[in-house]
């Protein structure tokens, strides 16, 4: 089966971060999301991913110079211009010669959900579209659905404002289309598949969902990157991860506390990370302390860093204290 990911924004919510890597290719306990999410995929049965590509397609390339994440075969679709989501469907599907049931997916997206599941479901309702949802305790922020008992989605508004939301099941990303979608968007043109597409099937009748309970992340934003991280070194998830991973160098009386220390970081004498990733290349200065944050830069000695992100080209001054920082701003 074939997928197409959605990895072609600017990755705005995760700047600094993002400034000169995209947010797909930042790792997640040691491996980059975006292996992640593939292999999410090949384990529901997709054997054929096309990365929907704009910003910074290079790494990905790069990254994968055979062609090949595990045992599925890749493809990119770089557009030309910003498409917004349905606009990059398209032309990711018809860039790869999809004429037949797909799935789609947002990159930044980690879940536990079973896509052999949602296919079946899809394929049970002979439906045009279907999509998986999660309840949230404030839907607002997302896709809202509401739905008949049997699945069909009578409605889909995105973003409803507070208090105004058909239920709490919301948009969590993952999509099983027929190509017949496709045709419902226009060509060349930005178009969103969530305010203009799913709407529109959703009329006709033919728009079905599958609700569940199971893991499921959106880390584009860096509470949620970092919690991403967390669940995965501190129980939360089935697989756990070595906090500290081989080729990181940590002073032997620097104290790591529920966090994440990638290969190449440097965490110095004295220095204490807590509730934090420390990206590959960083390095953590003697006796600083770092809570609650992500660091990809320097922090100077004695430095003290609560719910900070700090890009790669950053660096901390020694003693200097941030709180809900970013740095650099912008």
Same mark, same amino acid.
């Given at each position: 089966?074939?997928?197409?990911?959605?990895?072609?924004?600017?990755?705005?919510?995760?700047?600094?971060?993002?400034?000169?890597?995209?947010?797909?290719?930042?790792?997640?306990?040691?491996?980059?999301?975006?292996?992640?999410?593939?292999?999410?995929?090949?384990?529901?049965g997709v054997d054929h991913v096309t990365l929907a590509l704009g910003f910074l397609?290079?790494?990905? *390339? !790069?990254?994968? =110079?055979? $062609? /090949?994440?595990?045992?599925?075969?890749?493809?990119? %679709?770089?557009?030309? +211009? &910003?498409?917004?989501?349905?606009?990059?469907?398209?032309?990711?599907?018809?860039?790869?010669?999809?004429?037949?049931?797909?799935?789609?997916?947002?990159?930044?997206?980690?879940?536990?959900?079973?896509?052999?599941?949602?296919?079946?479901?899809?394929?049970?309702?002979?439906?045009?579209?279907?999509?998986?949802?999660?309840?949230?305790?404030?839907?607002?922020?997302?896709?809202? *659905? !509401?739905?008949? =008992?049997? $699945? /069909?989605?009578?409605?889909?508004?995105?973003?409803? %404002?507070?208090?105004? +939301? &058909?239920?709490?099941?919301?948009?969590?990303?993952?999509?099983?289309?027929?190509?017949?979608?496709?045709?419902?968007?226009?060509?060349?043109?930005?178009?969103?598949?969530?305010?203009?597409?799913?709407?529109?099937?959703?009329?006709?009748?033919?728009?079905?969902?599958?609700?569940?309970?199971?893991?499921?992340?959106?880390?584009?934003?860096?509470?949620?990157?970092?919690?991403?991280?967390?669940?995965?070194?501190? $129980? /939360?998830?089935?697989?756990?991860?070595?906090?500290? %991973?081989?080729?990181?160098?940590?002073?032997?009386?620097?104290?790591?506390?529920?966090?994440?220390?990638?290969?190449?970081?440097?965490?110095?004498?004295?220095?204490?990370?807590?509730?934090?990733?420390?990206?590959?290349?960083?390095?953590?200065?003697?006796?600083?302390v770092v809570q609650d944050s992500i660091v990809a830069g320097t922090i100077g000695?004695?430095?003290?860093?609560?719910?900070?992100?700090?890009?790669?080209?950053?660096?901390?001054?020694? $003693?200097?204290?941030?709180?809900?920082?970013r740095v650099p701003v912008g």
């Amino acid at each position: 089966m074939h997928a197409v990911v959605l990895v072609g924004g600017f990755g705005t919510r995760l700047r600094p971060l993002t400034n000169t890597v995209p947010k797909s290719m930042l790792p997640v306990a040691h491996v980059p999301l975006i292996v992640r999410h593939i292999g999410q995929l090949e384990r529901g049965g997709v054997d054929h991913v096309t990365l929907a590509l704009g910003f910074l397609p290079e790494p990905f *390339v !790069e990254a994968f =110079p055979d $062609g /090949r994440c595990g045992g599925v075969r890749l493809d990119y %679709a770089i557009e030309p +211009e &910003p498409l917004d989501t349905a606009g990059a469907v398209r032309f990711a599907a018809e860039h790869a010669g999809i004429d037949e049931t797909f799935v789609v997916t947002n990159g930044d997206v980690l879940t536990d959900l079973s896509i052999a599941e949602l296919v079946a479901t899809h394929r049970r309702h002979d439906a045009e579209a279907t999509i998986h949802l999660i309840a949230v305790d404030d839907p607002s922020a997302f896709g809202v *659905v !509401e739905r008949e =008992p049997s $699945g /069909r989605i009578v409605r889909f508004v995105e973003k409803p %404002a507070p208090g105004t +939301e &058909p239920s709490n099941l919301v948009n969590a990303g993952t999509y099983v289309l027929e190509p017949s979608v496709l045709a419902r968007i226009p060509l060349g043109t930005p178009t969103s598949i969530e305010r203009v597409t799913f709407p529109a099937v959703a009329a006709d009748g033919r728009f079905y969902s599958l609700a569940t309970d199971d893991y499921w992340i959106d880390a584009g934003r860096p509470e949620l990157y970092l919690q991403a991280n967390l669940d995965l070194v501190n $129980g /939360r998830r089935d697989e756990v991860c070595e906090p500290i %991973a081989a080729g990181a160098v940590v002073a032997p009386d620097a104290v790591v506390d529920d966090s994440v220390v990638c290969a190449g970081a440097r965490i110095e004498a004295g220095a204490r990370v807590t509730r934090s990733v420390v990206l590959p290349a960083a390095r953590v200065g003697p006796g600083a302390v770092v809570q609650d944050s992500i660091v990809a830069g320097t922090i100077g000695a004695g430095a003290e860093l609560v719910r900070t992100v700090v890009g790669a080209d950053a660096k901390i001054a020694d $003693g200097e204290q941030l709180r809900d920082a970013r740095v650099p701003v912008g």
